[in-house]
């Protein structure tokens, strides 16, 4: 399975790249593409996915930490 990349984009959505599965709540497939991005601001229209309603309207800049300590 290729791997999935999710990228944690400064002031606005999570980025996701690679083979996933989306699901809804009940466990229903969302449609889409190898490339899609998610609302993390709680603002879009369209959730899960990003509408760019974040722009100008949330902030929120996250850096990973060093390899040595990431993760735990
Ligand atoms: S992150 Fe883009 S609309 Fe919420």
Redesign the pocket.
Known sequence: MAKVQIKVNDN??LRVTGDVELLDGEGKPFVTKQTF?L??????NNKPF?????KGR?QSVVRAPSTETNGQ
């Not at 609302?39 to 879009?44: A, D, I």
Request: aromatic share 6%; net charge neutral.
């Open positions: 606005g959505s991005s609302c993390r601001c709680g603002l879009s990003c509408d760019g309603s974040h949330f």
